[in-house]
């Protein structure tokens, strides 16, 4: 059961979310291939991150009305469907309209992790969302790796056939093998569509996307303009060079694959805190590129490290406070992800042309400054401590107890 309900689920995201993220170290084949000039090809991974706030808002809350293991098979095979478009794309546009197809479906990666968590016993919820969690910082991280490798050996396009036949074969056996859920009565897709927007309106919830939003849109910015400068002088690396530092930040990430532990145990408030400290100081090292490959790797490491434990720590506590809704809890928090990371991915490349490295450097810092600043400003609201799911998601004593309160807003 374990490995059904962890190590499939992981590889599920892990091969969705690589659909999205595994152009950033081929950008420059691409563009050239395909005529996209230079400050504009950021939108390569950008026209991904919209098409998955469209699935995010759309197709994410499904999984509170229908069967979450036949959404998750349905939409792998539309996301291999994207990719297959890409691999052939004969110009910018079809490249972009798979893209964006792929990236739609790739909201399978918050079916999965919702379905995670229904099907998880709630002293295990932490421990589970951080395994398939870490699938998809594998996703996100490893696909640079394995994108650089398959780019220098058979050209850009290999990469995303290879996504095409992974998220086909994948499809059958996440219908076949994922344990059936034990779901209470279902809502209307019309219900969870004005829950999902009623959620918006709720400090708590407010505060965990504001610290994603601007949580992704740092790393976004590492991600998808650190191959430019690589690229450049004085390093001159190729794709495949460029590709293995996912290795740095898949070590860094799987450094914080215990995060959902300490979720479990309590600490998620003090871990998001401690590693937003650590995701701003990240960027000190990693403004050191143009001079220096390790401190730039150290600060890779510690970047992703710290992102990857907000990331467990949001999420467990999200589905802590909201169990009865989890699908629609865990897609209107990824509309934060979204637009943070196409933010950062957009940016980078048009302030990279203009300033260099200094430029982005400065961005991304900016973005870690503003997540701890919400962080330090969410973490003992007025209205939170007699809010009786802050207090019990936070560990704290309510000013109004929890067993005299009406019920949950």
């Known amino acids: 059961m374990h490995w059904r309900t962890r190590l499939l689920p992981a590889a599920v995201c892990g091969v969705a979310v690589a659909s999205v993220y595994a152009g950033q170290p081929v950008l420059g084949p691409m563009g050239r291939d395909l005529g996209v000039p230079a400050d504009s090809l950021g939108w390569f991974v950008a026209t991904g991150q919209l098409g998955y706030l469209a699935g995010l808002v759309l ?10 293991r036949r959404l998750i098979a349905a939409h792998l095979a539309l996301v291999a469907a994207g990719m297959a478009i890409t691999a052939a794309a004969p110009v910018a546009w079809v490249a972009f309209s ?5 990236g739609v479906f790739a909201v ?3 079916t999965t992790v919702a379905y995670t968590a ?6 295990e919820r932490g421990r589970n969302l951080g395994v398939v969690t870490s699938g998809v910082v594998i996703g996100i991280l490893g696909a640079r790796v394995i994108a650089g490798i398959l780019a220098g050996l058979w050209g850009w396009r290999s990469v995303y056939l290879t996504l095409a036949v992974l998220a086909a074969v994948l499809a059958p056996l996440a219908l076949t093998l994922l344990p059936a859920e034990v779901r209470p009565d279902t809502a209307r897709y019309g219900q969870v569509l004005r829950s999902f927007g009623g959620l918006f309106v709720q400090p708590m919830f407010l505060g965990r996307g504001l610290i994603a939003f601007f949580l992704f849109a740092s790393f976004g910015t590492l991600w998808s303009g650190m191959a430019l400068p690589l690229a450049g002088a004085p390093w001159h690396l190729s794709e495949a060079q460029i590709g293995l530092f996912g290795v740095a930040g898949l070590a860094g990430a799987l450094g914080a694959a215990r995060s959902g532990r300490w979720g479990d145990a309590g600490h998620a408030r003090r871990v998001t805190g401690i590693a937003l ?3 701003l100081a990240s960027w000190a090292a990693i403004g050191q590129l143009p001079w220096s490959l390790p401190l ?8 992703d490290f710290a992102v990857q434990a907000v990331h467990v720590s949001n999420q467990h506590t999200l589905t802590s406070a909201y169990p009865d809704r989890t699908s629609t809890t865990i897609g209107a928090y990824m509309v934060f992800y979204s637009l943070g990371s196409a933010l950062g991915a957009a940016a980078t490349t048009a302030l990279f042309g203009g300033t260099g490295w200094i430029g982005p450097t400065v961005l991304g810092a900016a973005f870690a400054l503003c997540a701890l600043a919400v962080w330090a400003l969410d973490s003992i609201p007025a209205a939170g401590r007699r809010d009786p799911r802050w207090c019990q998601v936070h560990h704290r004593r309510c000013v109004r107890p929890i067993e005299k309160s009406s019920g949950l807003p």
């Open 277 to 279: 400290a650590l995701l």
């Open 98 to 102: 798979g893209l964006a197809a792929a």
């Open 296 to 303: 730039l790797i150290l600060g890779v490491i510690l970047l």
């Open 59 to 68: 197709l994410v809350p499904l999984g509170d009305v229908l069967d979450r």
């Open 118 to 123: 229904s099907v998880s016993p709630s002293a």
């Open 108 to 110: 399978v990666v918050q």
